[in-house]
């Protein structure tokens, strides 16, 4: 008695499908910034605060002092103010809102979402200058048109200085709300933490050697000049180190580890 060998089919291979690119996921954390009502409000905010500074200004400076510069580097005081907050949004909204399971169930890598979560505040930051350099021309034709100054002189140095200005702050904020992922809690001690190492510098005389390295507020006022010399993007370095890299570096290992319920 003989027994028939049925042929075997070759093993089928299931074609992978390939990830989002961080193109792809940049674009959605784009677009996440301005879905959440406090985020969609927080960038008519900043919007809206640069066109009242420059409105002020017409009113009080005299009209010798109404130059496009003039009415530039005010707006970015302010603005640099709020992109923290949405760079702390950006990260912590996926815990609040309890969609971070989703989201790493489509991206599994979370490293991949916590890079385009950052490409997309450094995107935002550079978008507010282009809107500071909107509302600052406006101003400066208005001033033209109501008898002031109205000159267009401007120092294209300044301009890099303003970006790096705007996404050091953005990525600050974004930097906390990685390490304590909960959006309060990270919006008081981003307020707070660097607020109280001012006072304390202030106060006690053996801290202000350290402040003139580690306090942002004394290391990053010289970015909103023309001109920044080897010591003072040195002591920038540092404190840009030490409140943003290390937050940044530990958040990132935090979330990497973080059970996702």
């Known amino acids: 008695m003989t027994t028939a060998t049925l042929p075997t089919a070759p093993p089928r291979h299931e074609p992978t499908v390939a990830g989002p690119s961080l193109v792809r996921l940049t674009e959605v954390e784009l677009r ?7 985020g969609r409000w927080l960038l008519i905010a900043i919007g ?6 420059v409105v002020v200004q017409l009113f009080v400076l005299d009209g010798r002092d109404q130059t496009f510069t003039a009415f530039f580097t005010p707006s970015l005081f302010p603005v640099g103010l709020l992109l923290p907050v949405l760079g702390i949004l950006s ?6 809102q309890r969609t971070a399971l989703t989201t790493f169930a489509l991206v599994p890598r979370r490293e991949r979402v916590i890079v385009a979560k950052l490409a997309a505040v450094v995107l935002a930051a550079l978008a507010s200058v282009l809107v500071s350099l909107a509302v600052a021309a406006a101003g400066t034709v208005a001033a033209t048109a109501t008898g002031g100054a109205g000159t267009w002189a401007f120092d294209w140095q300044l301009l890099p200085h303003a970006a790096v200005f705007q996404v050091a702050s953005a990525l600050m904020g974004a930097a906390f709300g990685l390490l304590l992922l909960n959006t309060p809690l990270a919006i008081v001690t981003y307020l707070l933490l660097p607020t109280v190492w001012s006072l304390l510098a202030a106060m006690i005389e053996g801290l202000r050697a350290a402040a ?4 942002t507020s004394y290391t990053m006022e010289p970015l909103l000049g023309t001109e920044l010399s080897a010591g003072q993007w040195g002591r920038l370095g540092v404190s840009l180190a030490v409140w943003v890299l290390l937050p940044l570096a530990a958040g990132l290992l935090r979330t990497l580890r973080r059970e996702v319920s």
């Open 48 to 53: 809206l605060i640069a066109a009242v500074i």
């Open 212 to 215: 003139r390295w580690l306090d």
């Open 91 to 96: 990260i912590t909204s996926e815990w609040s």
């Open 32 to 38: 996440k910034l301005a879905d959440t009502r406090a």
